[in-house]
């Protein structure tokens, strides 16, 4: 069975051209339920530089799926058996105003568009960038 993998290397996603912030803004938890946006925003700020992309993305669902320990591997096999989104489509980068950086390892972290790191990112000529998805399809 084919795997399919969602990770970068050495890339900035910058934030959605049609994003509606100009600095980064924490999720918040809407009617006392998580958003996807939540999980990731916990996650990721706790643990910069923890996760790749595929780990992020499939913690979160079996999270969020109440996977249990017995199932996980089964189910990460379904999981990456088919593509997924990558974080180009995250909240974070397209409404919450945060690039999402992935080192040589793949590994993630979030960088606020306001921060002076953000700004270095993208004037690094060795780092790969790609923007977000848009939120609308046309503007």
Partial sequence: MKTYTINYTNTLIETAE???VTSSVIPVVKNDKKTIANYQY???SKHPLKYTSDELLF?????RNDISSSELEEEKENYFSKGQACLRTSPLDKKNGFGIFHNQNSKIKLVPVESEEYHELLKNDTVAKVKAMRSKKYQ
């Fill in 59 to 63: 913690e979160i669902f079996a999270e």
């Fill in 42 to 44: 916990e996650k990721l």
């Fill in 18 to 20: 049609d994003s509606p």
